[in-house]
């Protein structure tokens, strides 16, 4: 018998899949835990979500499994390993969009090509990568796998059981270090994925050196570079250009490996027709000379440093939310250089607050998300600044539901405008 814990989309595509593989189980979390069945169980599968601190693991340590760990045994015991090939992706920042470009490049390149093999995305916030096994399980086809898989640092944490065939890393940074007990630990828990890859590991140069430092792996590890030549494409920003760039380097070694043809000239056709995701530094209003970008994904020093850099000029800045533990004092240059006034909400309000009175920039702290836009619109007049970015440079907890509470609720803000 199985026990789920952890209730949000992991767990449920979880118990979705245990049910598909007619295997008894219980789904639970503080909530409702039940410490009977908890001790009856066989293995506990732990959302990763759940911290290392958790009383869980204080209690029934030998018998928890992380959801990786445990979904490799499925993929074995299933003898889907064969068929089943995985590319597996992790940045501290931007590693949604490098799947999402990944994904289409595979996807449609393969239909041009008349490949037959099956892709599927698989990333944090959307489709969990059990909800993607459970439809290959469901969809019995003759054709080979591909996942395209977006993994996080919680995914990954204390991983040792898993066959990886390729995998993206670079643009580590501090982050999560209010779910990890030290940046040692959130950089090991990423170079995870490099220790379990097979065939190639792509990872800029300053990771090679930091990985090759203590860790050792199976894999031939390729370096790539940032440039890239946006302009064939429908991006923006610099750091767009790394994530083409490791796209187009993990989709070659692919083909490479499979023995499969390159068509230079299908890959940009298919190329060109990628659009961006939405939140990514995203203009999303423009009334009077105002520009307002949307980039509500930002939950790092390292992604607020990036949306900054992508401004030629001075901005209104919408920033704050639930602190990470993140050090943000680094930033306080480039603040100086690219903010004129700064609209501030909840917890992280207060260490912005010390950079900013530092560098005298002009700030003003909100109760509320509404208050701060409003705000941020009639100083953006005042001082006619073109552009207003909300870029909240922390998590979404406590003042939100979530992520996406946050951006519906920006959304509807600025929609009534």
Request: a neutral charge.
């Amino acid at each position: 018998m199985f026990v789920v814990f952890g209730k949000w989309k992991v767990g449920s595509s979880l118990k979705k899949l245990l049910d598909k593989l007619s295997l008894e189980n219980f789904i639970m979390d503080d909530q409702d835990r039940n410490d009977e069945i908890l001790s009856k169980s066989e293995k506990i599968i732990v959302s990763p979500w759940i911290k290392q601190n958790h009383k869980l693991y204080l209690k029934y340590k030998n018998k928890i499994f992380s959801e990786l760990n445990f979904l490799w045994d499925v993929v074995k015991n299933l003898g889907l390993s064969d068929s089943l090939e995985i590319i597996w992706v992790t940045w501290t920042n931007w590693k949604s969009t490098s799947v999402h470009i990944i994904y289409n490049l595979f996807k449609w390149i393969f239909e041009k090509l008349h490949i037959k093999t099956n892709v599927y995305l698989a990333w944090n916030f959307w489709t969990p990568l059990s909800e993607t096994l459970y439809e290959i399980i469901s969809w019995k086809n003759e054709n080979k796998n591909l996942i395209i898989l977006e993994t996080s640092s919680f995914m990954l944490y204390n991983l040792n059981n898993f066959n990886f065939d390729y995998s993206i890393i670079t643009n580590l940074w501090v982050d999560h270090l209010d779910w990890h007990k030290d940046l040692q630990e959130y950089f090991d828990s990423k170079f995870n994925i490099v220790d379990f890859t097979k065939n190639y590991a792509i990872m800029d140069k300053d990771n090679i050196n930091l990985y090759k430092k203590n860790r050792t792996t199976k894999a031939k590890i390729e370096e790539f570079q940032q440039d890239f030549d946006l302009n064939k494409t429908n991006f923006l920003w610099k750091h767009n250009e790394w994530n083409w760039n490791a796209s187009l380097k993990i989709i070659k070694k692919y083909f490479e490996k499979n023995n499969l043809k390159w068509n230079e000239e299908i890959f940009w056709e298919v190329a060109k027709n990628i659009e961006p995701l939405d939140h990514r530094i995203k203009m999303v209003k423009e009334f009077w000379w105002i520009k307002i970008y949307d980039d509500w994904i930002c939950t790092s020093s390292q992604a607020l440093n990036v949306a900054l850099n992508s401004f030629n000029e001075k901005i209104t800045l919408i920033a704050g939310g639930y602190d990470k533990w993140d050090d943000y004092t680094w930033l306080a240059n480039e603040l100086e250089k690219k903010v004129w006034f700064a609209c501030l909400i909840w917890q992280t309000a207060k260490k912005f607050e010390v950079i900013l009175k530092e560098k005298n920039i002009d700030y003003q702290i909100f109760e509320s998300l509404r208050e701060a836009v409003h705000y941020a619109i009639s100083k953006a007049k005042n001082l006619w600044i073109k552009n207003i970015l909300f870029s909240p440079w922390s998590a979404s907890f406590d003042m939100f539901e979530n992520v996406y509470d946050r951006c519906d609720q920006f959304l509807k803000i600025i929609d009534i405008l």
